[in-house]
């Protein structure tokens, strides 16, 4: 099968989170498939100051390799050419409706212009959700040389971010009034991109299967529920893969020592670096939490802030990584200086200590208020490191409750929002610490779990193969 990737970040040219992970890693799992795979990304100032060997295509287009085989293809203008991929810190760029249209609209030209013909053209989020709509549109300006047009298909990576734009822009997109309609763009009267994408993708799926339930609801469909509801037959949950490359304490280059399943005594070495790292005291029976992540309410972070002096009472540690609200980055400040022994947090992109807080840490903190799939718990399963997890999402697909189960859970989790159920979690996560023996036997069957993207890209080809026919039966 032929598969081109659309996106508006992977790893490792752009990233703002996990979609640029699930960009970056499932290109390559499709090509080991034995699938021949494109992936297409705007050329932002970031990716031209990368130390990549380019080739240029035309005057609009380069491209580079993924790892042996996946040809990337980038998309240049000089509205890419920003410090940021979305906004900065005055908000989001006010030209990202031009931006993404165009995006959108060169990638379509591109695949004649190489020789590349998909059969599936996979789009992710609202940056590439027109081009479900442009396909429908006009799809037949594209693909001149073949009788037959690829299936698209849409992920959804996030409903909170739809790609919300005045209807006065609806000439940026290139397409006619007659598609800002009920049945198309319009939404409140605004120009809604995602909703376009889901109304008009051959199929569509979310990170997970919770999540894709979740989102149908009112409570967690960001206003589009409705829409979603209408697609229920073409739409599912693939829970993302992990990087065991990257993300694996076996290699890890970045952490203190390396350990497996087999020396987990070595991981107690990282915990006492991370601990010396931090400023603690160095103590291998303090119970050390960390968390990495974007400081945002969607990650439950005035939870974490809210226990802080409760966990501190009771002798934990927490290691903080992450950029975000400002008002949460001063409060963590104000705690790290409040008790510099029990508290430290960095507010800068360092991914070596997001490795070490991996690796040195007895447990995960992610109270997500909502998760469409997360990849912190996944990645801290390998390292030994125990999930404390609010029950949404993907968190509710991946993460099973010790305490309701002590012989196959994986982590501790609480039903509840709110401080005094996260509260809950992370003292019986201790207690739990407290005894060694059933306390390694969790570290050994957390790090036996195994949540590869090869099962997630095989999931992926029999979602294709899916929109293909109901792209056949669609045209007739």
């Avoid at 699938?35 to 705007?42: D, F, M, N, S």
């Avoid at 997630?456 to 669609?474: D, N």
């Amino acid at each position: 099968m032929k598969i081109a990737l659309c996106a508006s970040e992977a790893v490792p040219f752009a990233k703002t989170g996990g979609l640029a992970d699930v960009c970056g890693a499932l290109p390559q799992e499709l090509d080991a498939l034995g699938h021949e795979v494109v992936l297409i990304l705007p050329k932002y100032q970031s990716v031209k100051g990368a130390s990549l060997l380019f080739k240029a295509v035309n005057n609009d287009v380069d491209m580079t390799l993924l790892g042996e085989n996946v040809r990337v293809f980038f998309v240049k203008h000089d509205m890419f050419l920003r410090a940021g991929l979305y906004g900065d810190a005055f908000g989001d760029y006010p030209d990202n409706l031009k931006r993404f249209s165009y995006f959108c609209l060169k990638s379509l030209e591109l695949f004649e212009k190489i020789g590349f013909i998909p059969d599936v053209l996979h789009c992710h989020d609202w940056q590439t959700a027109l081009l479900p709509l442009y396909m429908k549109d006009r799809g037949r300006q594209f693909f001149k040389k073949t009788a037959k047009l690829p299936a698209t298909v849409l992920t959804i990576h996030n409903m909170a971010y739809q790609g919300i734009f005045p209807k006065e822009k609806m000439p940026e997109t290139d397409l006619g009034w007659e598609h800002f309609t009920m049945s198309g763009l319009e939404y409140y009267d605004k120009i809604n991109l995602l909703k376009g994408g889901i109304l008009h993708a051959d199929d569509l799926n979310t990170v997970s299967l919770t999540y894709s339930r979740e989102v149908q609801t009112q409570d967690f469909g960001c206003g589009l529920e409705g829409v979603l509801a209408q697609r229920k037959d073409h739409f599912s949950g693939i829970v993302n893969g992990v990087d065991y490359k990257t993300w694996n304490p076996q290699g890890d280059p970045m952490i203190f020592k390396n350990y497996t399943i087999n020396t987990l005594r070595d991981k107690k070495i990282n915990k006492l670096k991370l601990q010396g790292v931090c400023g603690f005291p160095q103590d291998e029976n303090v119970f050390l939490l960390g968390f990495v992540g974007r400081l945002v309410e969607q990650k439950g972070v005035e939870l974490i802030l809210s226990i802080i002096p409760e966990c501190v009472k009771t002798g934990m540690q927490i290691v903080l990584l992450g950029i975000g609200d400002p008002k949460y980055e001063a409060a963590a400040f104000q705690y790290a200086r409040q008790y510099p022994h029990n508290i430290y947090f960095s507010s800068r992109f360092d991914d070596r200590l997001a490795h070490q807080i991996y690796a040195g840490s007895d447990a995960f903190l992610m109270p997500s208020r909502f998760e469409p799939c997360g990849i912190g718990q996944l990645i801290s399963f390998k390292y030994g490191t125990i999930p404390v997890v609010y029950k949404t999402g993907g968190l509710a697909d991946t993460v099973a409750d010790v305490q309701a189960d002590p012989q196959k859970g994986s982590g501790f989790v609480f039903e509840r929002f709110g401080q005094k159920e996260f509260l809950a979690a992370v003292t019986a996560a201790q207690r739990f610490f407290g005894r060694q023996a059933p306390w390694q036997d969790l570290m050994k069957r957390v790090m036996r779990l195994n949540f590869s993207w090869k099962e997630s890209a095989r999931k992926y080809v029999a979602l294709y193969e899916k929109a293909q026919r109901h792209a056949r039966e669609a045209r007739g």
